[in-house]
């Protein structure tokens, strides 16, 4: 988006953009307003996690103007909105997110940050963790609708929410077989193989996941991921008493069996680091690249800096501010200087190659790119 659609932020104060997601339901256009708020006030505003996908498959947004933009952002004073293109992605997200009869306020990267202002996109790139975390909810978005995913959905809550008899019930029940096999290809989403979601998640007073338009809460999706993997497991190496309707004489295509084992154990890494941060909300800069090594970044300097909300050493370094220094090679560097002299710990350096996983995907804009 045009950077003349911007005021500039008041960095000194924590001044960030929210987005007013204006109702309208269907087909209806996606509009949204640009809004200013302090970190410091206590904002009342829920945060996007999601993955951007192919930035050059756009679709248009209308941006509306607030009473307090006319003649101010724009320069006709007849024009009551303009348009700006938005990932595909995105666009479905705030499509299925947004009410019927009233607004929302969100915090989202790609519209919230000036992407042609280096200096801004530097500093809000190290408050991400504090946005997050002070955001009322998180909105985990896994993507559209597909194969089944709303039977997945539809599982994780009744699942969580039943006793242990019944659980055994939904396991072995033939009835609920579709819903079990729909959870292996859910686990295939891009969103659960992506570090910028760790501190998106860890972060999160309260997340919700949505996926089309079902929705349930991170602790359902885990039993249930837990649950399918134990049943696969003991199911592959003879250990079960019994074999879950669901696995009888279903040969797991190889793909989405692939797709499976890396989705459950990029689940299980988030799940223990929520675990694992949820008292002091961080850790040592080294420990949380070794942890979440695999997650895939599309630019290795995102290995760093998508988990630099979570480093104890951000508390007390002062990072890197204008986002066109951020080459992989000063990003790197930078990462050794601040584990060393502010976490006082050499453990960075067995980290001795790739600190970023081989990309698949695309992973936006609004976090460096």
Avoid at 120 to 144: N, P, S, T
Avoid at 231 to 257: C, D, V
Avoid at 336 to 363: C, H, K, N, T
Wanted: proline content about 4%.
């Amino acid at each position: 988006m045009s950077s003349k659609f911007y005021r500039p932020l008041n960095l000194e104060r924590d001044e960030i953009r929210l987005i007013v997601l204006q109702p309208g339901k269907g087909d209806d256009i996606v509009q949204v307003s640009i809004i200013h708020a302090f970190l410091s006030e206590n904002p009342k505003y829920e945060a996007l996690s999601y993955v951007w996908g192919d930035p050059k498959i756009t679709i248009a947004i209308q941006l509306v103007k607030t009473r307090n933009q006319i003649n101010r952002l724009w320069r006709s004073r007849h024009e009551s909105h303009t348009e700006f293109q938005a990932t595909t992605n995105l666009e479905c997200a705030m499509r299925h997110l947004r009410y019927k009869n009233k607004s929302r306020t969100l915090w989202v990267d790609a519209i919230c940050i000036n992407q042609a202002d280096e200096l801004e996109k530097g500093h809000q790139i190290q408050r991400m963790g504090d946005i997050y975390r002070e955001a009322v909810q998180v909105c985990l978005w896994l993507g559209e609708a597909a194969y089944s995913s709303d039977a997945a959905m539809e599982l994780f809550e009744t699942y969580y929410g039943s006793s242990e008899m019944r659980r055994e019930e939904l396991l072995y029940s033939p009835d609920w077989s579709l819903h079990w096999k729909a959870v292996l290809y859910l686990a295939g989403r891009p969103w659960f193989t992506r570090r910028w979601i760790v501190q998106e998640v860890v972060l999160a007073s309260k997340s919700t996941v949505y996926c089309g338009n079902k929705s349930t809460h991170w602790g359902a999706l885990f039993y249930v991921f837990t649950a399918f993997h134990m049943a696969l497991h003991q199911n592959l190496n003879g250990m079960g008493s019994r074999t879950p309707y669901f696995l009888q004489n279903w040969r797991i295509p190889q793909k989405e069996g692939k797709a499976y084992t890396d989705g459950f154990r990029q689940i299980s890494d988030t799940s223990s680091a929520i675990i694992a941060l949820r008292t002091s909300g961080s850790a040592p800069l080294a420990q949380l690249l070794s942890l979440f090594f695999d997650k895939q970044v599309t630019n290795p300097r995102d290995a760093v800096l998508a988990v630099l909300g979570l480093a104890e050493e951000n508390r007390t370094i002062k990072w890197m501010t204008d986002s066109s220094l951020f080459s992989i090679q000063s990003v790197f560097m930078a990462a050794v200087e601040i584990s060393i002299f502010g976490g006082r710990s050499l453990d960075i350096m067995l980290l001795l190659q790739g600190w970023a996983y081989a990309p698949s995907g695309v992973e936006g804009p609004g976090r460096p790119n």
